[in-house]
């Protein structure tokens, strides 16, 4: 970033005068602040990870650098005074120009647990230069000790800012005298929640956008933070700001958008009265984007939701299945995945529903022993789930595991593994770990579940019908996708000296079994598609197990 890059904070044409609320929801009065300040707005860089899609991004046309934007930065820019100046930083799509970030007034930084030691580095360069900065997000929600030890920033932003972030900038603005922790006394009311500037990102260095429908989740997963942070009363937008956030996002030039709501239809009643209102909006604008999510897996007992989220143009769906163990899940208190038919019924009511299933797992549990991952590998490859993120369980601070495991004297300080297994030793979960993610990410054992959605004939004649409904497919552009995806592919193959071990799978299967199901230019997309998703895993997981990352845990 330099100083001739940045962007001025001018909303978006149609944007509500006052930013940040969505249409129809009276804004509060803002006064005009007693400055003008320039604030920029930084997300550090991720290592290197399964989630990054890091070797894939570059195959892909065009100049994908990261595969989604974090919701965080439009988000917060959204509740500066138009007024101000506001520029983001992603670092994940462009590099930091320390000197550059003289001339702000303040620079904020975000970030989760897989960011600390990066935001670290990031604070203490800007400490060092006597630059004013501010830190906030998901980590700095949960450890608010690793950002004091330092004196890393001037002012830590604990949970949701709706409130405090433009209460510290007022006082900012004024010179008046700011806090050094701020932290809401009250959950955001989402109908006043902010109005994304999706309109101050690189939308074009992006895989996908990023929208918030709703927080909170009202289950209570042991391990998780989401709770601790948004609570468990779910809590939604309108339908119409959500709308009016989607038409930003075309306007802004995304195709796919994620809605990353902890859990979507934690409020069923809410998501369908959404989904309804997102089928009209799909048909009417001619489906100008693909949309994904989280869920719950009781999305399965549903037919309605399904059929909605089918008909609204949903493509995947991420799910939280963590362990095919019931003691463990009951342990875990993921009672949402415990109760009717069997998880392997659900699954395949989901898929022969259009969707695919990306979902995480988990080991480490205290039911899990050395048998949990032949358990784990084998629900996977049977059920299909091609990407399948494996991680071994972690315990964030704040949440019901770290404080029993804390009472039982079993946490560590390890940022790859900071507790003691129950029947395990730590080297046995880790060694067992890494071996089950080398099984999965084989290309053997991934086409291998890629071919079993082939089993389900409602899935793929309801992708086909999407499809058409979407203009997708046409013969030309996509048989050029696929001759660029090849080509980048073989070029990087040849490059890593894997043509032959991880190649010779990719060609043999083609023959062997994509031609079998799909014979048209469609099939020889998707193929090579998933091909270039799992070169990234493979080529993750080598470099991984031969200690050329670093790990986190993913859990």
């Not at 964030?396 to 790859?416: A, F, M, S």
Request: aromatic content about 10%; proline content about 6%; some cysteine.
């Amino acid at each position: 970033m330099s100083p001739t890059a940045v962007a001025p904070s001018s909303p978006p044409a149609g944007a509500p005068t006052s930013p940040g609320f969505g249409p129809g929801v009276p804004a509060p009065v803002r006064e005009a602040p007693a400055r003008r300040l320039s604030i920029c707005l930084i997300n550090p860089r991720f290592e290197p990870s399964y989630w990054g899609f890091d070797y894939a991004l570059p195959l892909y046309p065009g100049d994908k650098r990261c595969t989604m934007i974090t919701g965080a930065l439009p988000t917060i820019a959204g509740l500066v005074h138009p007024d101000h100046e506001v520029v983001l930083l992603d670092e994940n799509i462009e590099d930091i120009d320390f000197e550059a970030l003289r001339r702000f007034d303040l620079v904020g930084v975000t970030g989760m647990i897989v960011q600390k030691k990066r935001m670290r580095e990031i604070l203490l360069r800007l400490k060092a230069m006597g630059i004013y900065a501010i830190v906030g997000g998901a980590y700095a929600s949960v450890d608010r000790d690793f950002f004091e030890r330092e004196d890393l920033a001037r002012a830590l932003f604990s949970g949701e800012a709706e409130e405090t972030f433009p209460e510290f900038l007022a006082d900012f603005a004024a010179g008046r005298p700011t806090k050094t922790y701020y932290e809401q006394a009250d959950r955001t009311d989402m109908s006043r929640a902010p109005r994304p500037r999706y309109d101050l990102l690189k939308v074009d260095r992006y895989a996908s956008g990023a929208l918030q429908f709703s927080r909170g989740c009202p289950f209570q997963c042991e391990f998780c933070d989401i709770i601790v942070t948004f609570g468990r009363k779910p809590r939604t937008k309108p339908v119409a700001q959500v709308i009016s956030e989607l038409d930003d996002m075309v306007r802004a030039g995304f195709l796919s958008v994620f809605i990353v709501d902890d859990n979507f239809i934690g409020n069923k009643k809410a998501a369908k009265e959404l989904l309804e209102a997102l089928v009209v909006w799909q048909e009417t604008n001619g489906y100008p984007v693909r949309l994904s999510t989280e869920a719950s897996l009781n999305l399965a007992d549903d037919p309605r939701l399904l059929e909605l989220m089918y008909r609204a143009n949903f493509r995947h769906v991420f799910m939280g299945i963590e362990t095919p163990r019931m003691e463990s899940l009951k342990e875990t208190k993921k009672f949402q995945n415990t109760h009717g038919d069997s998880l392997d019924d659900k699954l395949a009511r989901i898929q022969n529903a259009g969707l695919d299933i990306h979902a995480g797992f988990i080991v480490g549990f205290d039911a899990d022993d050395d048998k949990i991952f032949e358990d784990q590998f084998q629900f996977i490859q049977r059920n299909g789930i091609l990407l399948a993120m494996v991680g071994m369980l972690g315990a964030i601070p704040k949440t019901p595991l770290y404080e029993r495991l804390q009472r039982e004297g079993r946490l560590v300080d390890d940022p790859n593994l900071n507790f003691v297994p129950k029947q395990m030793t730590r080297e046995q979960l880790q060694r067992g770990y890494w071996r089950l993610v080398e099984r999965l990410y084989t290309p053997e054992a991934f086409l291998d579940r890629y071919f079993r959605s082939y089993r389900l004939p409602e899935y793929h004649r309801r992708r086909k019908e999407i499809s058409i409904k979407a203009a997708e497919g046409k013969l030309v552009p996509t048989l050029a996708y696929a001759l660029l995806l090849i080509v980048a592919l073989v070029r990087t193959l040849v490059h890593d000296g894997s043509l032959f071990r991880v190649g010779g799978v990719y060609l043999r299967q083609f023959f062997t079994k994509n031609l079998k199901y799909r014979r048209d230019v469609i099939g020889l997309a998707q193929f090579a598609n998933r091909c270039v998703t799992h070169w990234h895993f493979y080529k993750f997981t080598r470099l991984a197990i031969a200690g050329r990352l670093r790990l986190f845990n993913s859990g």
